[in-house]
């Protein structure tokens, strides 16, 4: 069984704050990983997408990839009250197969 | 631009009741997906299709049907609603390769009483 796992939360940071966000994956073999943002009652949003090992910068955010150890992670620099909702980490193991969620970590930032 | 669209937006059955969850895209997307998103569950996958004329189970296909009608259009349908299918789904579509990210439609949001 594929497995993805997210620490559900609520995370919260205050405004300004580095919010970091943790996921781990159980197959080896995961080729791609996306963080989605879903804000409540609202369908999941691309953010980001990382392929290899390493980091990657979008404007606030980072995503990082170590393939040895089996997790991803975000970081949202400078968080803003606007940056709260749920983030949704998705693996995907091959082309041609669905991705795989985690359950999501929902983020809270106060002014 | 539409994306992905799905209809209706909300839906209220009645258990026994059947009902299509019609979904659309517009992105010449190969694969084409459905995912039921329930408090504390994340999203689960339903069924899928990765191309035109063939359909996969997912996760959890129990009470459901799909087709894959055209390229543009996969449908969702429960023979028999019950009360377990309470939910919101989401239909999703992908490019093929690589694990090319998924787009979401806005979601249907079922009751069944």
């Known amino acids: 069984q594929k497995e993805v796992e997210q620490n559900s939360g609520p995370l919260s940071v205050p405004e300004g704050a580095i919010a970091s966000l943790n996921c781990t994956y159980s197959?080896?073999?995961?080729?791609?990983f996306f963080w989605y943002r879903q804000y409540s009652g609202k369908s999941p949003e691309l953010i980001m997408s990382?392929?290899?090992?390493g980091d990657k910068e979008d404007g606030r955010f980072t995503a990082q990839l170590n393939k040895a150890s089996q997790y991803v992670s975000l970081l949202i620099r400078d968080s803003q009250p606007s940056d709260s909702a749920t983030y949704l980490c998705?693996?995907?193991?091959?082309?041609?197969?669905?991705?795989?969620f985690g359950k999501g970590t929902t983020l809270s930032v106060s002014s | 631009n539409a994306g992905v669209t799905q209809t209706p937006k909300f839906q209220v059955l009645k258990t026994g009741q059947s009902m299509t969850l019609q979904c659309a895209q517009d992105m010449n997307h190969n694969s084409m997906y459905w995912y039921r998103q329930d408090p504390g569950m994340g999203l689960r996958l339903i069924y899928y299709?990765?191309?035109?004329?063939?359909?996969d189970k997912g996760e959890v296909p129990n009470g459901y049907n799909v087709s894959r009608l055209n390229k543009r259009e996969f449908s969702l349908r429960l023979e028999s609603a019950a009360p377990s299918q309470t939910s919101v789904y989401f239909c999703a579509s992908s490019d093929v390769g690589r694990n090319s990210p998924l787009h979401f439609g806005n979601g249907t949001r079922l009751t069944v009483t």
């Open positions: 998705a693996v995907g193991v091959q082309a041609g197969t669905a991705l795989i």
């Open positions: 197959d080896r073999v995961s080729q791609s």
């Open positions: 299709s990765a191309s035109e004329g063939t359909t």
């Open positions: 990382i392929y290899s090992n």
